[in-house]
Structure formats: C-alpha cells, structure tokens
C-alpha cells in the first residue's frame, strides 16, 4: 500500500499509528507485541496489514454489539462468556430461551431461564430441578406445579413401620432443621389463613433421638395453645402436654362435656363403630374385645343401636349388650327387663373376701318406703344376727316377707310382729292368723296364740 507523500497524509499516518498501537496495548487481539511499535521500527507492509485486521475486527465486534444480536464475546468456546440471540453461557454455548448457563469442566451445565411460551423462569442442569410459574406456585422436581409449592420425586423403597439403619424412612423429603442443641428448642411448619394460624412441631428432647411432635394453633391476637401431643414414649395427649396413657384427653368445659366420639354413618347391615382393645394370652394367641354401637345383625338380638360388648370368639352374639332403654342382657342380646341374665348354670355370685368379724355379702333391694336385704354371714359371725354361715333375710320395715306360687297364690307370710300365716290355714281362727308351732319331739300344730 502506498500512501501519498504529503504533510497532511504523514500527520494521517500518524494519528492511525498512534490509535493502533493504542488498540494493540487495549485489545491485544492479533499476534503483535510492543516491540513491533518500538521507537526506530520501520513501518512494513506487515505490520500495516496486521494494524488494518485488528482495525477491520474491532470494527466487526462495536457493529455486533450495537446491533444486539451478534456474539458479544465469543462464538461456542466453552471456556469463556457466550452472548446468543439474547442468551448468556458461561462455559457454554447459549441454548434456544432467554438463559444463563453455568458450566466447569466437563459436567453438565446448569441453566437459569425464562420460557417463553409458558412465562415460566426454570433452573435446570438438563432437567427441570426448580420451577416458578407464571402464576407464583412453584414447583420443585415438576415443571408444572399445580399449588404453591408441589415437591415431586421417584423414590421405589418400600415404607415400613420402623428402621435400624436411619433416623427417617427412605422417601421423598423436605426437612427443616433447628441446628441449635439446646433441649426444648423446636422447628415447625405453620399453617395460615386469614390470619389463624394453625401449626405441627417438632421439640428436642433432653437427650437421645425421640423428640416430641405437637400441635397447636393461634388463640387470640398474640396468644396460642398446644392441641395435642406425641410425647418421647410415643402417648399421645390431647389437651395435656403431660399424657401418661396411650391415650389421655383432658379439657374443661363450663356446662358441657369432654369426650371421644366414634362414629359411623353406614345403612349396611353389621355396619358399627367400636373401641378394640387386644392383649395376648400366655400361649401368645391375640385376643380382641370390642365395645361398640351396632345393628342386631352384628350383635344378635332384634333390635337397633346397641351397645354391645363381644369378642373374637363370636362377632354375632355380644357378650353385654345395653338397649336403647336402657335394658342389660347378660347372655341375652334382647333383654326386656333393666338386669336379664341368660346362661345354662350359676346365675351371679356375690362374696366377701373378708375374714374379719361380722362380714359379709349382701343384695340390698331398695323401693320407696322400704329398704330390705339378702345376706350371708362369714364364718367369724357368732352373735351377729344368724351367726357363723348364716343366711339372713331382713326387712328394714314392720313389713312382711310374704311366699307365693303357682300365679300369685299367697302361700305362707311371715308378718312383722313374727307371725306365720300358712294360706290353708288363714281364716280359720279369729283374725285370720295361725301360729304354726313346732315341738322338739317333730310334732307340728296350728294355734291361734303364741306357741310355747
């Protein structure tokens, strides 16, 4: 290239040189170094051509960037920024969304990037790993979340009850962890909505691996309470933080009542709802009682709304039931008097363990204006009404203790004053009692005066 010989063509030649080499110093773009520029060098051909390349590529790369749409720094080296068509790949080439991607070495890139067509912004190393929708529910594992948050994941093992290997089953899981070891410190997971706030915990225990898990709720504008609770032993305690049973509620109520309810809405027959309470004999086979409300065809009988109490022997005839009136059966699924007792041997029994003087068992019958008593003495009862053994019969009344067969036929009485009427012989002496008297030689006679 040959330039024309004039002072304004030297003074042209160079403020061009003088930009060059500045260019040269900024950019370093071609193999030049700074002793091509040094004082005395002559200017050649070469070092011109090199100057007009780095001239004709810094020209090349301020019309890409202000156009917008070319490679702002670099085209598909995966060491360095990428800059595609609105995308942005650091170690990586750009992908087909709005994206930056992230990448070292050879392991696969991750990618934060708005999706156009769903107006989604996606993190993602190849797959979707986290997920903002366009409506604000977010989605972790899915790229479509359909609530605020949805955790999704694959994970085949097979639930069981307990575990020797971990401290939490293998599974799908979030966790919140409150790192501070101090005892009673806690983390929980707060419910809210219009501003109650309902919530499930987890407290430290003073020492070992079994926290408490409780539940509560907010119970005024700064207050809240605990509603239940499964302590270290695993007792589950519901309106106590301190349960000490399986099972233990506890509530004060002003002019109600605390109580468990059970029910069961179905028409179908045998349909019932039951407390189950089970232990093991000696020989380790599981026996189950029940206590439940049910139709007749669970628990015998004719009748609806029993309470009942049967047994794995036999689901269809109770052992007690209760009727809606308020009738026992023992024995009996039907009872149609407040105490019926159905069996094949002895009835009832009632005794006294007690070898103490003047103890006994006894059936106390009670009526309005009467109280009187069945009894039988201990054997350290000399004295006291019948003595040792005895059965004693008492009226607490001057009234009589009256015998009666066949229908109601009154057949011998026993009146207050001690007189005994035998039936035959009532009416047959003035005033119509009899005495019968009894002599020690086995002889036997009717009088109408006091024997002997």
């Known amino acids: 290239m040959k330039l024309p010989n004039t ?3 030297r003074l042209s030649l160079i403020v061009s040189v003088t930009l060059v080499t ?25 070092l011109m051509q090199a100057v007009m390349g780095n001239i004709t590529e810094l020209n090349t790369r301020v019309n890409s960037l ?24 650091i170690g990586s080439t750009a992908g087909t969304n709005a994206e930056l991607q992230i990448k070292s070495g050879t392991k696969p890139h991750w990618g934060i990037y708005q999706d156009e067509a769903n107006e989604e912004l996606r993190f993602w190393n190849g797959s979707n790993r986290v997920v903002f929708g366009s409506g604000g529910n977010v989605g972790i594992g899915t790229s479509s979340p359909g609530a605020k948050l949805e955790v999704n994941g694959a994970d085949t093992t ?9 401290r939490i089953p293998t599974g799908i899981t979030t966790t919140i962890n409150n790192t501070n070891g101090t005892a009673g410190n806690a983390s929980f997971v707060d419910l809210l909505a219009q501003g109650q706030h309902a919530w499930i915990g987890s407290i430290a225990s003073v020492s070992g691996y079994t926290p408490s ?20 032993s695993g007792n589950v305690g519901i309106g106590t933080p301190s349960p000490v049973a399986l099972i233990h509620g506890s509530k004060v109520i002003a002019n109600s009542s605390s109580s468990i309810r059970i029910e069961n809405y179905s028409l179908a027959a045998g349909a019932n709802a039951n407390f189950q309470a089970s ?25 609806q709304n029993y309470l009942g109490f049967w047994n794995t022997s036999d689901y269809s005839n109770a052992k007690v039931v209760i009727d809606y009136a308020g009738n026992v059966g023992i024995g009996r699924t039907d009872p149609g008097v407040k105490l019926h007792v159905l069996w094949s041997g002895e009835m009832a029994r009632f005794e006294t363990t007690s070898d103490g003087a003047n103890q006994y068992a006894q059936i106390a019958i009670l009526a309005p204006g009467g109280a009187n008593y069945i009894w039988s003495n201990n054997n350290n009862s000399a004295g006291y009404y019948g003595g040792n053994g005895a059965l004693n019969i008492y009226t607490g009344q001057a009234s009589p203790i009256a015998f009666f067969t066949n229908g109601g036929n009154q057949r011998m009485t026993i009146a207050g004053d001690g007189n005994v009427v035998i039936g035959r012989l009532a009416g047959t002496y003035a005033g119509g009692s009899a005495y019968v008297c009894v002599y020690n030689n086995g002889q036997i006679y009717a009088s109408d005066v006091a024997c002997p």
Not at 158 to 166: H, I, K, L, R
Request: hydrophobic share 35%; net charge neutral; no cysteine.
């Open 7 to 9: 002072l304004y063509s």
């Open 22 to 46: 500045g260019y040269v110093f900024v950019y370093a773009y071609t193999t030049l170094t700074l002793s091509d520029a040094d004082s005395g060098k002559p200017l050649t051909s070469t």
């Open 66 to 89: 202000a156009s917008g749409w070319g490679n702002l720094w670099n085209t598909g080296a995966l060491n360095s920024i990428n800059y595609t068509a609105g995308m942005v790949g």
């Open 158 to 166: 097979v639930y069981t009850s307990t575990g020797s290997t971990a």
């Open 213 to 232: 898990t409780v539940f509560g709720r907010s119970t005024g504008a700064a207050t809240w309470a605990e509603s239940m609770r499964i302590d270290t």
């Open 279 to 303: 232990s093991k004999d000696v020989d380790g086979t599981l026996r189950t009682w029940y206590m439940g409300v049910g139709s007749s065809s669970l628990i015998g009988g004719t009748k």
